[in-house]
């Protein structure tokens, strides 16, 4: 990984020595996920830019991208606004961590965490967890860290659960049908493939979290929202489903080539109607949407291209 920074750092020299290309690579998550297929849709527009080269990279989602984007093995990466949020200031699970290098791009689209079981499993509410094979999230990824905080919100300790698995994201609705676990998290745009694709094997379900809990988590959290994902988003889901939500936003390094930046955000600015179409979560998303959520300073050439745009004073 070491030898390939190297390499790209090379690269990107030789690209603004002599008018060749700078490759950029940008980290997503599980290829079943919201932000690998989002990812591969930025880098098409990216690449319409005859100076830029962009490739997306599969990764364990949010914290590895965060923390590799930081040592400089990414260009940019996907990261959860509240893992953003935690490894800027030094919080949560990056107490004594905080890493004033990062910045902001552009806020992506929110994502809600999903609690996805199997209906056999009979889990309705958090409390029902107890006893049961319950796949909080691989460790790199944000799944885990969100998680996490919901059953400490619930004062549930999480060695009430009979296991409390590492698996990928992408291997849960596999898993999830062959029994080996009951239930696994999600903090995701939705729909994605990955549920859809549970939905299609099994009779799934989604479990909620009720008022007062989402009341206690919004109270102690700067960076969660209350969501919805609608009833029928997903097969055999009927009913609406109140949960907690984030913003993925896309990050980078401060040391980041101004370049690069630019590329990326003008290739969705300047491209924004097609750029929605790419993916059902980014439906609801608008300029002005780019900029919300952002827990760590703008990339000062992605200020400056808001600025050009009149999204920013
Ligand atoms: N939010 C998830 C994470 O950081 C990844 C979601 C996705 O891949 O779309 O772990």
């Not at 885990?144 to 296991?163: C, G, H, M, P, R």
């Not at 029994?179 to 696994?184: L, P």
């Not at 094997?201 to 109270?219: A, T």
């Amino acid at each position: 990984m070491k030898k390939f920074s190297v390499a790209l750092a090379g690269l990107a020299l030789l690209a603004s020595v002599s008018g060749a290309k700078e490759f950029i690579n940008i980290g997503t998550g599980g290829m079943t996920g919201t932000y690998y297929p989002v990812g591969g849709a930025i880098c098409r527009l990216v690449n319409m830019d005859k100076n830029m080269k962009c490739s997306v990279q599969s990764t364990g989602g949010s914290t590895y991208n965060v923390n590799n984007v930081l040592k400089k093995e990414l260009n940019f990466g996907f990261v959860q606004s509240d893992v953003v949020y935690d490894k800027y200031n030094g919080t949560g699970k990056f107490q004594g961590a905080a890493d004033k290098n990062l910045r902001s791009v552009i806020s992506i689209y929110p994502e809600l965490l999903a609690f996805v079981v199997s209906k056999e499993s009979g889990i309705k509410a958090y409390g029902d967890a107890a006893g049961k094979k319950i796949n909080i999230g691989n460790p790199g990824s944000g799944n885990e860290l969100t998680s996490t905080i919901v059953f400490e919100n619930y004062d549930f300790d999480l060695k009430k659960l009979a296991q409390h698995g590492v698996l990928t994201a992408q291997e849960c609705p596999m898993a999830l049908k062959d029994k080996k676990i009951d239930g696994y998290f999600y903090v995701v745009g939705h729909p994605t493939a990955n549920i859809t694709d549970a939905a299609t094997s099994l009779p799934i379900d989604l479990v909620g979290i009720d008022d007062e809990h989402i009341k206690k988590i919004l109270e102690k959290y700067p960076y969660f929202a209350k969501g919805v994902i609608p009833a029928k988003m997903y097969d055999g889901v009927d009913h609406d489903t109140q949960t907690i939500g984030v913003k993925a936003v896309l990050v980078t390094d401060a040391s980041q080539s101004d370049e690069a930046v630019r590329a990326v955000v003008k290739a969705i600015l300047d491209n924004f109607d097609e750029y929605k179409k790419l993916h059902p979560a980014l439906n609801l998303v608008s300029k002005e949407s780019l900029l919300e959520g952002l827990s760590a300073p703008l990339h000062p050439a992605a200020e400056a291209v808001y600025k050009e745009a009149g999204l920013l004073k």
